[in-house]
């Protein structure tokens, strides 16, 4: 079973139905007693067993299954196929990460008469790449794989919010790899981020709408809006920027958007950064976080004609960039500690540790947020290389006991 014949036999199928099928064909390969898809909701702190119809179903109901302590949080986290032998020597549990660029959309989770052998850890191996490029290519003709990655329903701020983020909350390359992570408040405040990358430059954006709920969820579709159409123009920074303060003023009914603009050579590693009345990154270089302390422009939408200055941006080989909204530095945000937090989450993926920062603030609040809360993490490894191992790590982990 290759990447190939799998991605035929999801095309043959219907969006809703792609995943049955490769899960069939992997069943009947390997012999399996069941295989399913699990998929990782968008805070990253849960999966939803979207499974497998017919005979190919678990015996787990199709309920959400939070991730801490268990064998998926373990898998999610490391990036490596994990082997569990169940208990009265039953079939051999085999759970694998099911990721494309460093985005993890979910796990591949199999039950095996016998321990697998090589051959059958490459087929699996195989299927869940096949099943990353299953999901991304589907997720546009069906909302299956939306309703999955939510944990609970959005009212309608919030699901404007989602869909002005990227398709992709993460992205790994040669020369960086980044994440984003968001937390919406209880009334949605209007934070977005976003990334792009192109032959020879990578772009990142946070921007912060003011107010809150549908208001601000439209504040931010203009200052996004504006922002992606100046970018695909092939515009530079300053006049993003300046496309950016015009759409708000234009259409905003008097409100503004703070923002941050970055803009990374890959060819030689030089940065362009905006900012426009938005909070300062922090950048973690050897071990040591400092804030990063920029000229500071005018948010979009409060004076027409304002003077974007375009500024550079010390980022060397190994440095990580956090890029936040206000909404992480609120009051009771301080005891999260961010800089020593940022400093511990040091070894972890941008995807992990963004994930980590955003979870800290919430906890500091009581789970209830005033204001969003948003981080990008942008772990810079330099232009020295100009390909990634696109291995997801094929050593396989053997969890000590049952769940």
Partial sequence: MDLAGALAAAEAASPVESLDVVARMLRDRLNAAAVSFLIVDFTG???????????????????????????????????????????????????????????????????????????????????????????????????????????RPLNLAAEIQHRLLPASLACEAAQFTVAGALEPATHVGGDTFDYVVD???????????????????????????????????????????????????????????????????????????????????????????????????????????????????DLQPGDRLVMLTDGMLERRAVHADLPSLIVRTADLHPREASRALVAAVLHAHGGRLQDDATVMCLDWHGTHQATRSADAGADLTEASAPE
């Fill in 45 to 151: 702190s849960s999966v939803v067993r979207l499974g497998a119809s017919d005979s190919v179903e678990s015996d787990e109901p199709p309920e959400r299954i939070a991730l801490p302590g268990t064998l998926y949080g373990d898998v999610l986290r490391t990036q490596r196929p994990a082997l569990q032998r169940q208990s009265g020597g039953g079939p051999v549990r085999v759970v694998a990460p099911v990721t494309n660029r460093g985005d993890a959309i979910g796990m591949l989770e199999l039950f095996l008469p016998d321990h697998p052998d090589e051959d059958a850890m490459r087929q699996i191996g195989a299927t869940a790449h096949a099943l990353a490029y299953i999901v991304i290519a589907n997720r546009s003709f069906t909302d299956v794989y939306q309703w999955g990655r939510r944990t």
């Fill in 199 to 313: 032959r020879d430059a990578m772009q990142l954006s946070v921007t912060d709408a003011m107010g809150h709920d549908v208001e601000a969820a439209l504040l931010a579709t203009l200052a996004v809006g504006a922002l992606r159409r100046a970018r695909r123009a092939g515009a530079e920074l300053e006049e993003q920027a300046h496309e950016a303060n015009q759409a708000v003023i234009d259409n905003g009914r008097q409100g503004f958007v703070t923002g941050q603009l970055l803009h990374v050579s890959l060819l030689d590693g030089t940065t362009q950064f905006i900012n426009a009345g938005h909070p300062w990154p922090l950048r973690l270089r050897h071990g040591t976080v400092d804030v990063m302390i920029p000229e500071v422009d005018l948010p979009f939408g409060v004076q027409p004609r304002t003077a974007y200055r375009v500024q550079r941006l």
